[in-house]
């Protein structure tokens, strides 16, 4: 993998963000909201809208729920957090399959000790990051988990009737169980009653919602 210091480098790293992580269509549409005043989700920054951001709004801190790698879309973001001074975390998620415990216990640590004001993304802005704004407004903000559950949302073009709505169905658990006991908070129940072999089991998407996030958007 040659290094971004080369023009060749930069070059291949250009072209893997813009045509095959569709940054091609991340540009002409940012999925890019606010969550509150120090906070805001989109979809992949690219080094362009990192440094705006660092503008407008004082940006201190991305929380990528991507993986580190060696791709062109991550180094050219690592670089542009790197000459900006904004730390860049990651909380490595999949959109398909249900939350690991100690992701969500990751993802609360994260949020309680991040620099503000953040930006949360992963690949569309849709779905990984849609289930950290949920944990943001919900551990931050003390937004009960129905009223967060609006970050996962058509309108941020998350599809809860593919393998991406173990999200939702996750979260529709909770709430079950929650009206049956309403004394155990959302952390409670992670910690002591979800059981993610039981959802996998149960859980069952639609075929043509699958064709549509796997095989057009390509999702994470």
């Given at each position: 993998?040659?290094?971004?210091?080369?023009?060749?480098?930069?070059f291949i790293?250009?072209?893997?963000?813009?045509?095959?992580?569709?940054?091609?269509?991340?540009?002409?549409?940012?999925?890019?909201?606010?969550?509150?005043?120090?906070?805001?989700?989109s979809n992949h920054p690219s080094p362009r809208f990192i440094k705006k951001l660092k503008k407008e709004v004082g940006l201190n801190t991305i929380i990528s729920m991507r993986r580190a790698d060696k791709t062109g879309q991550y180094?050219?973001?690592?670089?542009?957090?790197?000459?900006?001074?904004?730390?860049?975390?990651?909380?490595?998620?999949?959109?398909?399959?249900?939350?690991?415990?100690?992701?969500?216990?990751?993802?609360?640590?994260i949020l309680e000790t991040a620099t503000y004001p953040i930006l949360i993304h992963c690949k569309s802005g849709a779905d990984r990051a849609g289930l950290m704004s949920v944990f943001y407004k919900h551990f931050i903000l003390k937004q009960p988990i129905k009223q967060a559950l609006s970050e996962l949302?058509?309108?941020?073009?998350?599809?809860?009737?593919?393998?991406t709505g173990k999200l939702d169905y996750f979260f529709d658990d909770f709430l079950q169980f929650e009206s049956q006991h309403p004394e155990i908070t959302f952390l409670d129940w992670v910690e002591n009653h979800y059981n993610k072999t039981d959802l996998d089991q149960s859980f069952k998407a639609e075929g043509w919602a699958n064709i549509v996030v796997n095989k057009i958007l390509h999702r994470e």
């Open positions: 993998m040659e290094r971004l210091n080369t023009k060749s480098g930069r790293a250009h072209l893997q963000a813009w045509f095959i992580d569709h940054e091609i269509l991340r540009v002409l549409f940012r999925n890019f909201y606010a969550l509150s005043a120090d906070a805001y989700r180094r050219l973001e690592k670089e542009a957090c790197d000459n900006l001074g904004i730390t860049l975390v990651h909380l490595t998620m999949s959109s398909r399959s249900f939350p690991d415990v100690e992701n969500i216990l990751k993802a609360k640590e949302s058509m309108k941020y073009g998350h599809f809860r009737w593919a393998d």
